[in-house]
């Protein structure tokens, strides 16, 4: 058996998932358990509780997890919580709203979209009058951080003003999980959906939902799909421990890893802190060298980070993207439909080693193009 990539070449990836991983969660995956054995099941069971633990939901709330990617159980969510004479608000201001919006039209999920401009954060005393003025709305939908810019959407503030109208709260908390805080007390929700890939820097290949009890029971025969029939998945767990369909069990055993080292690293508070630290470091660095963030700082989540394309001609962004790869930093070009722009994630299993590391490829790559500033045009 060869290994054509020796570990010690993997890049760094500054993106936002899948992510840089420690050994230790890669090694956990070193089994080739069954479905049914009962060390599995103990595994699993033990990952669904701590789940459930982050939001601090042991009575309220149960964890349907969900094979795929993080758009396979928001589009779980969404197409189970929102019954079929129910009305979706959603609240946009980036790709993952509009992609809420797609989900919608898949499933002939009735919704209103109320919109923002990328770089604006929800602003709760619209989605106020919204609801005011809109009886017929059941249920709202939110992204949690906005991947598209990196930008904080004011959750709790969003989350009690839903309350007050009575409706229901739908998250996608995949990028902000385990990173920003979200707990049951202080925020109200029927569901939120994150996955295993990104804050809590697991491997790809699983979703959650984190539901409330009474409402994932009120979603009995809501779904139009098989697979992604959460009531069901949490009914079959329920009764044997076991997935309705074949798990991804290495997934799920180095997410156990992954979670004994979140919580040995002090859980949202000590991965937040870690990530908050990563991007200050990212942000004064690049800054230094005439680089823009997008967002202002009180904007900004410590998740990935977006800069206004420099405004130097010798700039190009294909040559700075493969200078940093080849000296082992991935990172990501910009989603925004406005601004020409680039990103870089500060989350993931790096620290200021890397950021630091990263800041020095960036000040050789412009070296190397001849810009003497990351500046863009005013
Ligand atoms: C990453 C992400 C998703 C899911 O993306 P996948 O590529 O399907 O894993 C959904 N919403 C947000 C806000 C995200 O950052």
């Known amino acids: 058996m060869t290994q054509s990539v020796s570990i010690d070449s993997d ?7 899948p992510l840089t991983t420690s050994l230790s969660v890669k090694q956990a995956m070193l089994h080739d358990y069954g479905s049914r054995d009962t060390r599995f099941i103990d595994i699993n069971q033990r990952v669904l509780d701590r789940l459930v633990d982050i939001i601090a939901g042991r ?40 992609r809420m919006v797609t989900i919608c039209d898949y499933h002939n ?41 990196g930008i904080k959407n004011p959750l709790e503030e969003i989350s009690a003003v839903v309350a007050r109208h009575q409706r229901r709260l739908l998250i996608d908390s995949m990028s902000a999980f385990g990173a920003l805080p979200l707990e049951v007390g202080r925020v109200t929700f029927d569901a939120v959906v994150a996955s295993s890939n990104k804050c809590l820097e697991g ?33 079959a767990m329920e009764s044997n421990g076991q997935w309705r369909f074949t798990p991804p069990t290495h997934c799920i055993l180095a997410f156990d890893q992954a979670l004994t080292e979140f919580e040995a690293e002090g859980g949202v508070k000590g991965r937040g802190g870690r990530y ?64 020409d722009s680039f990103r870089m994630g500060c ?27 990351g500046a863009p045009s005013q």
């Open 276 to 339: 908050q630290h990563n991007c200050d470091l990212l942000t004064s660095g690049m800054r230094a060298m005439g680089f823009e963030t997008l967002l202002p700082d009180s904007l900004q989540a410590p998740i990935i980070v977006t800069f206004v394309m420099p405004a130097d001609p010798n700039f190009i962004f294909q040559s700075f993207y493969d200078g940093l790869a080849e000296r082992g930093y991935v990172i990501y070009p910009g989603k925004l439909t406005e601004v």
């Open 347 to 373: 989350i993931g299993r790096l620290d200021e080693t890397h950021m630091r590391g990263a800041i020095t490829a960036v000040t050789e790559v412009l070296a190397t193009m001849g810009v003497t500033s």
């Open 59 to 98: 009575d309220s709330h149960v964890c349907v997890p969900l094979q795929g990617s993080g758009t396979f159980v928001v589009e779980a969510m969404l197409s189970n919580f929102v019954p079929k004479d129910g009305r979706l608000l959603i609240l946009i201001n980036g790709a993952y709203g509009t």
């Open 203 to 235: 491997v790809p290949g699983m979703g959650f939902c984190l539901a409330e009890k009474h409402a994932l029971e009120g979603t009995e025969g809501n779904s139009d799909s098989l697979c992604f029939d959460l009531y069901a998945q949490h009914r």
């Open 109 to 149: 999920i009735p919704h209103d979209n109320l919109s923002w401009r990328e770089h604006e954060p929800i602003d709760p005393a619209m989605v106020d009058e919204y609801l005011s003025k809109n009886p017929l709305i059941t249920h709202v939908a939110v992204v949690h951080c906005e991947t598209t810019t």
């Open 11 to 17: 890049p760094y990836l500054l993106t936002p998932g």
